[in-house]
């Protein structure tokens, strides 16, 4: 419990800072990853999503159920 109104506000001001600080991070992390990607030339398939294909079906398919007509 918080012994004042005020106080119980600042300890909201103090996370409310530090979550906005953890995020700002991240997102940094995110915007340098995301240049260097796109900073590139050449893809691999597991870059473009294409490494669960399998003779063009999506591997995560049953080959001999319902997907596939």
Not at 44 to 55: K, V
Request: charge should be negative; include cysteine; glycine fraction near 8%.
């Amino acid at each position: 419990t918080y012994p004042t109104r005020e106080s119980l506000i600042a300890y909201h001001g103090i996370e409310t800072a530090q979550l906005a600080e953890c995020q700002v991070a991240q997102l940094e992390d995110w915007d340098t990853k995301y240049n260097a990607y796109q900073q590139r030339q050449v893809f691999s398939e597991a870059d473009l999503g294409f490494d669960d294909y399998e003779h063009g079906i999506p591997s995560h398919m049953d080959p001999g159920g319902s997907s596939q007509s």
